[in-house]
């Protein structure tokens, strides 16, 4: 249920941010508002309390975002404060992002290596994923030392593992098999 809700407001506030020519603009300041409940779990909390009326909740959204988002942004929050869906923005937050990037060719792309990426490799890989793609590429990177060498991509629902951790898995399950 709140994977079809969030989609449906997430799709909402990008047809307005279409209209206004404004959809990374939406999606940058989205992205924002989320960092901000996600730093301050308690100011979700009071905007998500039943006994606080909602004029109170409306009066420290405007206290806190007045200004520093669009303000249709504003009102859209001040909206699903009121219909008590504002505990999901962090998943209409990512409807909003598959929106965006379906609409102008983008794929995120996650690298998990075991040592970070240096920026010259890390070019070369999201040329390749753009090749390989046919899109524009977010390259996400992270570590993960227990990878001990290699790479792990992500594209979609789709993993290519190069690891070296992996490799030594399969060598060691094919020994496992011929010994056994």
Known sequence: MADIVSERYALSLYE??????????????LTQVCAVFAGQ???????LTPSIP?????????????GRIEPFLLNFLMLITEK???????????????????????????AVTAKPIRAALMNKLKDKMSAVTGKQVVLETSVD?????GIVVK??????????????SEIAARLTNTIA
């Open 155 to 168: 594209v979609n629902n789709e993993q290519f593992d190069t690891s070296l951790r992996t490799r030594l």
């Open 16 to 29: 307005i941010a279409q209209d206004e020519h404004k959809e990374k603009d939406y999606l940058d300041e």
């Open 41 to 47: 779990p308690d100011f979700l909390k009071v905007l």
């Open 84 to 110: 008590g869906r504002v505990g999901l923005i962090r998943d209409m937050r990512q409807a909003y992002k598959e929106h965006y990037y379906f609409e102008n060719g983008i794929v995120e792309v996650h």
């Open 145 to 149: 030392e227990s990878l001990l060498g």
């Open 54 to 66: 909602l004029e109170d909740k409306q009066n420290v959204l405007r206290r806190v975002f007045d």
